[in-house]
T-cell receptor, first 116, second 113 residues
């Protein structure tokens, strides 16, 4: 079974600064996807970024980028130029391919608070 | 283009009662998954429906059951409610042809008293 660990319960960052969230996972699979989801107070899960394990290039979406280290089973999220609207719970998630298509395994989450 | 819609938004039930939650997937999606998110925790996978059948199931008791209709919408049923069933229930939809793109609804808050 896969496990996803987010070791930082809460992170605080000032507007315009950069914050990095850590995520490690445990799996024996070689093909999988990793995700970062954002959950604001409205509670809707919003996809931030996705990484395919077979791609060595780190994914980037505007101010969000990841550092994917497959051998270390590490998948960190960097938020640059933080904005007040980034305040939310951030979840790292893992998905196997094939027989677990569409099934996400989530970490416990990291609360990000952006302060003026 | 409507996203994933869930109903009801909030509801309160008494221990021992039964509840039904509903979900309409995003247009073009044929797969629906349900998650339970207790306060302060990450979502836990309950089960997934595809072609009107349960395709995958997480570690949840048989009190949790579901259904998928021909229009791909889905229901989650929970029988004999326990206080511990109080949680946010999230519905997620995806396409079987591209299961790596998963969209979530806003959830249904269930409080069991």
């Amino acid at each position: 079974a896969q496990t996803v660990t987010q070791s930082q319960p809460e992170m605080s960052v000032q507007e315009a600064e950069t914050v990095t969230l850590s995520c490690t996972y445990d799996t024996s699979e070689n093909n999988y996807y990793l995700f970062w989801y954002k959950q604001p107070p409205s509670r809707q899960m919003i996809l931030v970024i996705r990484q395919e394990a077979y791609k060595q290039q780190n994914a980037t979406e505007n101010r969000f980028s990841v550092n994917f280290q497959k051998a270390a089973k590490s998948f960190s999220l960097k938020i640059s130029d933080s904005q007040l609207g980034d305040t939310a719970m951030y979840f790292c998630a893992f998905m196997k391919l094939f027989d677990s298509w569409g099934k996400l395994q989530f970490g416990a989450g990291t609360q990000v608070v952006v302060t003026p | 283009d409507a996203g994933v819609t869930q109903s009801p938004t909030h509801l309160i039930k008494t221990r021992g009662q039964q509840v039904t939650l509903r979900c309409s997937p995003k247009s073009g999606h044929d797969t629906v998954s349900w998650y339970q998110q207790a306060l302060g925790q990450g979502p836990q996978f309950i089960f997934q429906y595809y072609e009107e059948e349960e395709r995958q199931r997480g570690n949840f008791p048989d009190r949790f059951s579901g259904h998928q209709f021909p229009n791909y919408s889905s229901e989650l049923n929970v029988n004999a409610l326990l206080l511990g069933d109080s949680a946010l229930y999230l519905c997620a939809s995806s396409s079987d042809s591209s299961g790596n793109t998963i969209y979530f609804g806003e959830g249904s808050w269930l409080t069991v008293v």
